[in-house]
């Protein structure tokens, strides 16, 4: 079987001029190797694409492939990392990882917190600035979180994003809209613990592989897993498994969140606890850095004792279920 590799590639983008904050969510080379190096031992061939400019000309001079391990992040727009996904469908190529409609909505934080909302699934109050305009129109109660409604990596939040007083709240704002040029969300600080759930699977096999609590140093930036703590994890950041009441809430959120929302294959929640002790659901990453030492969900997986090599495993079955699902519709003429 032959397995395309799309992918944003930090480096090429640096060596383009690119920022080191705009490339953030971008991959490094020895995520790519490791990926292959794990397909390889699973008996896959595996073939780099890259990104989407090289997928499209690859689509165009004829290249096919059974199944794409996308891991593109896209660099335009709110829906950038439904791109990808798109263009395979477009080609009737199956792939790794949640569709485009999943992708669209997840990256954009206040649609997907009304979604979640009629699921039932708890999120923290919001509102929504695109202007500053709408800073007087936030009636919560202080203290308040702010962040770009469609980045991921942290970027963009830091310790002055958690907001104690209207005129922090329009100072903070009007930085985020003039720096992100997208709308600001503004949510119901949560004081309590932080946990990042990791899930495998695609609806009704969907499982939690872990909860992971998150400690910030001393060094760290307080209150918050900002940015900088993120991209300084080895030296800012302490992580250990959760399996008290707590976190056991926070799995069941994150996995009916999971399933609701029609994220597949594997991905990471990521939660926060309420004043009251509930946990809350903050951001859902359907698209998962795969760093196997750098990123949040292999590391969960291996404190949870899962090799990373299982864990590419995991996600490859469970696209291939929809590989056997689609074969047998084309065979019995059903459209599943």
């Known amino acids: 079987m032959k397995i395309g590799l799309t992918y944003d590639l930090r480096q090429e983008y640096l060596d383009r001029g690119y920022g080191e904050e705009e490339t953030a969510e971008f991959d490094r080379a020895d995520t790519i190797e490791a990926i292959e190096r794990s397909l390889g031992g699973l008996g896959y061939a595996t073939d780099r694409i890259g990104n989407i400019w090289s997928l499209a000309g690859r689509l165009c001079r004829g290249d096919r492939w059974d199944l794409v ?31 485009p409609l999943v992708l669209a909505l997840t990256l954009h934080k206040g649609m997907t917190k009304r979604v979640l909302r009629d699921l039932g699934v708890p999120t923290p109050d919001f509102a929504e600035i695109a202007s500053e305009e709408d800073v007087g129109k936030v009636g919560l109660p202080f203290p308040l979180f702010v962040k770009p409604i469609a980045e991921g990596t942290g970027k963009g939040i830091g310790p002055a994003c958690r907001v104690a007083d209207r005129e922090s709240l329009r100072r903070e704002s009007l930085r985020l809209l003039a720096r992100y040029r997208q709308p600001v969300l503004v949510e119901t600080f949560l004081p309590g613990r932080e946990f990042t759930v990791a899930v495998a699977g695609t609806s009704a096999r969907a499982e939690v592989l872990g909860v992971m609590e998150i400690f910030l140093k001393g060094n760290a930036e307080a209150d918050v897993y900002s940015y900088t703590n993120k991209e300084e994890c080895e030296q800012r950041v302490e992580y250990a498994l959760a399996d008290d009441a707590v976190a056991r809430a926070a799995a069941e959120n994150a996995l009916s969140a999971w399933v609701g929302l029609g994220c597949r294959d594997a991905g990471r929640i990521d939660l926060r606890v309420d004043a009251l002790g509930v946990p809350n659901l903050m951001e859902v990453n359907p698209l998962a850095g795969l760093h196997p030492e750098h990123s949040d969900l292999p590391i969960i997986c291996g404190l949870a004792g899962i090799p990373y090599d299982r864990l590419i495993e995991r996600i490859m079955e469970s696209a291939l279920a929809r590989l056997d699902n689609r074969a047998a519709a084309a065979r019995t003429g059903v459209d599943r």
């Not at 391990?69 to 949640?98: K, W």
Request: glycine letters at 12%.
């Open 69 to 99: 391990f996308n891991i593109a992040e896209g660099l335009h727009g709110i829906g950038r990392e439904a791109q990808v996904p798109a263009l395979l469908d477009a080609y009737g190529i199956a792939y790794t990882f949640s569709d």
